[in-house]
């Protein structure tokens, strides 16, 4: 799992997905979606498309592959999860140049650099990138583009204004835009990192990264002279030529400067560009090409630097070194060579983010379901520019314009492969091999002079016979098995596939199921998109499982005359509990005399199941072992992976005698029972007693029993019909909100219940009551115990005469309950909601036979206030009466002329009703002869509208009444 970035290429992806990533998830997972990774923790969901935005996500990518297979490591089906694709540069065209293709050719004329980009990006919306940073770029463009892709059409645009001091280049970032120019704009040219195999470490503005260095240099492409032929056909065929400048330093055999002309071949190149396009492509061929691969981790976590940037590279026993460039690197005078960072391969490991964008704009975060990886390691390749500018034309030089029809033909596999077998990060044991072959010609016998890459394409061999472990069988049933020679059937087939680059020979396949046939395939792709014949399938078995399981820590153990309890937590030797590895299958136990035996077949006494799910899930394996003896014995455990492989055995531990069996046990005398766990059922023929005088506890079949220490019985608990006796006081609490009964050491018939704080409390007590009213004895609700003073008191006596009653002190004894009313004398009944001993009982309610009065009386009685209703319908209202349906009140209005009805409006009344009267009547001395008339309008809730007509102009108070009705 792991991110190739190549400058301005696609590139390459991959990222695996836990076992149990859950269906919806996976759903969501479309094709040509985005997956971007971003350095540390953020929400997806609150950035969204800001983690596109370039300097946020440290990768972006097109998902175009999703596997849902079956690894081979687990009996759970289809646990072999991952999604991949290409960097962002496939939107400008994929590696077969499929693509937004430009059908109707686009002609620039003497047009600018950012012009030219315009005209190819425009910003119609019709291509699925858009033009995001243009940078100025010397000189004029003019050309013809048609039938092929932006990606080649821009690149070859960036190469023909490139010039060996201005080279201009391009990417696309991670939110679908284009940026094009000088590289002195585009990537860092003033370097910051030094790659040297001499010393490693951090300066005042450089650093130095340390790792494996591999370097190459060659002058297999090196030239003298390039001859371009450009657009035309036959004797028409446009040229351009260029010669190196200074002479060649090399010599032929016989002491001349060497000859080596170059020709290529482009017949899209306009004439007007055909000296410039010869220029360029010598440029590329004229100096030494320099590759250094470096293998580090320490690029990873620090990101020194991006692809397209340049880095000094100093390495004298290589022959990387300037003589014209003179740095200093602590302290020491370096002479470094300048390369361009042309691709990286780091891995995805915790600390980062991966989070998918749908075609919708939807993100979905899928961090928690991402198996990361553990190794850090990163690879980082450079070469100067005129390496990553190599073979800018793939056509064959000849009469044009003539297509490449030249078909690569078949690689061949060089067998036997090499492989072997290693732990994964999950502690699975996993296989990879490698693979070889030899480089073809094309079919018609010519070499290929444009290979582009190879294809490699492997799946599980379904032919083979896989034979299973005992171990692995015992893990499924006997009807699921397939037959006796082959319990599991095969995977199904399905092709997984690689690419290759040209200029290798070799491939490594990873994360292969040990033990298991796989079938493999390759063929070889041209630059034209010609593509060879698949190879004859090879077929080979991936390194079987030969790595056995870490030494097991010393189990604990007890031990008891006839068996042995081994207890083990699957932890490693060197520290550590449920930390074996994942393949593990049982651990045997094998127990001796000996602390130092050696384990065998005869020490072997039981095999106790473990496994991935018990680590996981931390469930310790238990097992008993039945050993008859009583001597000391030592107990060594062996781990056991599902392929067989055994580890070395644990250190020795001594099984104590901690258990006994009650098979041994015929009987049983206790003369003293200490701390302990009682865990079965005691029959008890006898009294269980704390002691036979003084306080005590007795447990019997009678029941429960209590004394004191002069042996009176204070509790009873009755087994016969469950009835409790307790003398004495029972509390809820000792302190705060408690319930207390039977209170205080004379143990008062009370209930007392206190509040939070403080010592007052409310209670329920028997008395014998010899006050008002007279009776027997009875039950009391009182809210304190004193005999005078202000009190609620609720009685209930057995009399005949009085029932009950309640009072808010002990004089006010008028208010008897007698045949369920609250009576003041015999002719009727009064209650009072405030009472201070009859004079001034405030609200009131008093009602006899014939009528019922409600209101509020007091020692005052001009402030009575009452309502009477009489058994003949009437109501009497004493006391002044308000009410919300009406409203009164007056206004004044001066008429504005004699004789003429002037009005005026009486609002913000807000009188309840549903609907509205309204009268008013003039305040005068002199109706109908000056006040000839008063009237009402429009009542409503808000008021009414008044009008007044008189002979003059004299002002007039009008009194009025809105009431309102239901």
């Not at 050309?143 to 960036?158: D, F, S």
């Not at 079938?519 to 090879?538: E, F, H, L, P, Y």
């Not at 609250?822 to 014939?850: C, E, L, V």
Request: with cysteine.
């Amino acid at each position: 799992m792991a991110v190739q970035e190549v400058l301005k290429a696609l590139g390459s992806w991959e990222v695996k997905l836990k076992p149990n990533t859950p269906r919806d998830v996976l759903d969501q997972l479309d094709y040509f979606g985005h997956i971007a990774i971003v350095p540390g923790r953020l929400d997806p969901l609150q950035y969204g498309d800001n983690l596109l935005s370039p300097g946020t996500a440290r990768y972006v990518g097109v998902l175009r592959t999703r596997t849902i297979g079956d690894d081979g490591r687990t009996t759970t089906p289809q646990d072999d999860l991952s999604v991949g694709g290409v960097g962002m540069a496939m939107w400008l065209g994929d590696e077969d140049n499929k693509g937004a293709v430009y059908e109707n050719a686009i002609t620039p004329a003497s047009a600018t650099f950012a012009d030219t980009i315009n005209m190819l990006l425009p910003a119609s919306g019709a291509y699925p990138v858009t033009v995001g940073t243009v940078y100025p770029v010397a000189g004029q463009y003019t050309g013809r583009h048609q039938y092929e892709t932006p990606r080649e059409a821009i690149t070859y645009v960036c190469d023909t204004m490139s010039t060996t001091s201005v080279p201009v280049s391009w990417r696309v970032n991670g939110n679908g835009t284009l940026d094009a120019g000088p590289d002195s704009s585009l990537f860092v040219t003033n370097p910051t990192c030094v790659i040297t195999s001499k010393a490693a470490g951090e300066d005042m503005f450089l650093r130095a990264l340390p790792g494996s260095i591999d370097v190459t240099r060659d002058v297999e492409d090196y030239s003298t002279r390039v001859v371009l032929l450009a657009e035309g056909e036959g004797t028409s065929i446009a040229t351009g030529a260029a010669d190196i400048s200074p002479a060649t330093p090399y010599k032929d055999i016989h002491g001349n400067p060497i000859k080596l002309t170059r020709l290529v071949s482009e017949s899209d190149t306009a004439t007007a560009n055909a000296a410039t396009r010869a220029q360029l492509a010598l440029s590329q061929v004229t100096s030494t090409r320099n590759a250094l691969t470096l293998s580090t981790a320490d690029y990873d976590v620090h990101g020194s630097f991006q692809v397209g940037d340049r880095v000094w590279v100093y390495d004298p026993d290589s022959g990387l070194v300037d003589t014209t460039t003179e740095i200093q690197f602590r302290g020491l005078r370096i002479n470094p060579i300048k390369l361009q960072v042309t691709e990286t391969n780091w891995s995805i490991t915790k600390g980062y983010t991966v989070a998918y964008r749908a075609g919708d704009g939807t993100w979905t975060d899928l961090t928690q379901y991402v198996e990361f990886e553990t190794d850090g390691t990163s690879t980082v390749t450079v070469g100067d520019f005129s390496r990553q500018l190599t073979s800018t034309s793939s056509e064959p030089v000849g009469s044009r314009p003539n297509a490449d029809t030249s078909i690569p033909g078949v690689p061949t596999l060089i067998t036997p492969f090499t492989g072997s077998a290693y732990l994964d990060s999950r502690g699975f044991t996993r296989a990879r091999v490698v693979l070889s072959w030899n480089a073809p010609n094309n079919v018609d016998g010519s070499t290929i002079r444009d290979g582009d890459h190879y294809e490699i394409r492997y799946a599980v061999d379904t032919d083979m016979i896989y034979p299973a472990s005992w171990a692995s069988v015992a893990q499924i049933r006997w009807q699921d098995m397939q037959v006796w020679k082959q319990p599991f059937a095969a995977p199904t087939a399905k092709w997984q596939t690689m690419i290759a680059s040209w200029d290798t020979t070799t491939a490594q396949l990873q994360d292969l199921s040990p033990g298991i046939g796989y079938d493999v395939q390759i063929r070889a792709v041209d630059k034209a998109g010609n593509v060879g014949a698949w190879s004859g399938t090879t077929t080979f078995v991936a390194s079987t499982d030969n790595i056995p399981p870490s030494t097991p820590a010393a189990p604990s153990v007890a031990g008891s005359r006839i068996a042995v309890q081994v207890t083990h937590t699957l932890g490693q030797s060197s520290g550590g509990t449920f930390n074996l590895e994942s393949d593990l299958d049982h651990l045997e136990i094998h127990v001796s005399y000996e602390p130092m035996f050696t384990p065998d077949a005869t020490t072997l006494k039981g095999k106790a199941p473990a496994n991935a799910g018990m680590i996981q899930a931390q469930i310790p394996v238990v097992f008993t072992v039945q050993v008859e003896e009583t001597s000391a014995r030592y107990v060594r455990v062996v781990a056991v992976d599902k392929t067989g492989n055994k580890s070395g055995p644990s250190d020795a531990a001594t099984a104590t005698a901690l258990l006994i069996d009650d098979a041994h046990i015929s009987d049983l005398t206790v003369s003293k029972v200490t701390a302990g766990t009682i865990a079965a059922d005691w029959i008890v023929g006898a009294r269980i007693k704390t002691s036979d005088t003084g306080p005590r506890v007795e447990l019997s079949s009678a029941g429960v029993q209590s004394y004191s220490a002069d042996g009176t019985q204070t509790v009873n608990i009755a087994s016969a019909d469950g009835s409790v006796a307790i003398v004495g006081q029972l509390m809820s609490g000792t302190a705060g909100k408690r319930l207390v009964i039977n209170p205080t050491a004379a143990l008062l018939p009370e209930i007392r219940l206190y509040a939070t704080t403080g010592s007052n409390y409310a209670f329920i007590q028997g008395f014998d009551n010899t006050g008002t009213p007279s009776a027997t004895s009875g039950i009391q609700i009182t809210t304190a115990p004193a005999a005078s003073g202000v009190f609620s008191t609720m009685a209930m006596d057995e009399t005949t005469a009085t029932f009950g009653r309640w009072t808010t002190s002990p004089s006010d004894s008028i208010y008897h309950a007698r045949g369920g009313f609250a009576a003041a004398d015999d002719t009727g009944i009064r209650a009072a909601w405030y009472s201070n001993a009859i004079a001034n009982y405030g609200g009131s309610f008093w009602a006899k036979s014939d009528q019922a009065e409600v209101g509020w009386f007091g020692a005052d009685t001009t402030k009575w206030n009452s309502v009477t209703f009489n058994q003949d319908g009437w109501i009497k209202f004493n006391g002044k009466l308000q009410a919300q349906s009406w409203a009164v009140g007056n206004v004044q209005i001066i008429p504005s002329a004699a004789n003429t009805p002037t009005s005026v409006s009486v609002t913000g009344l807000n009188v309840a009703g549903d609907t509205f009267y309204a009268f008013a009547q003039a305040r005068t001395s002199v109706p109908g002869t000056q006040v000839t008339g008063v009237g009402t309008a429009s009542p409503s809730s808000g008021g009414l509208t008044i009008w007044l007509t008189r002979t003059n102009t004299t002002t007039t108070t009008i009194d009025y009444f809105l009431i309102g009705w239901i």
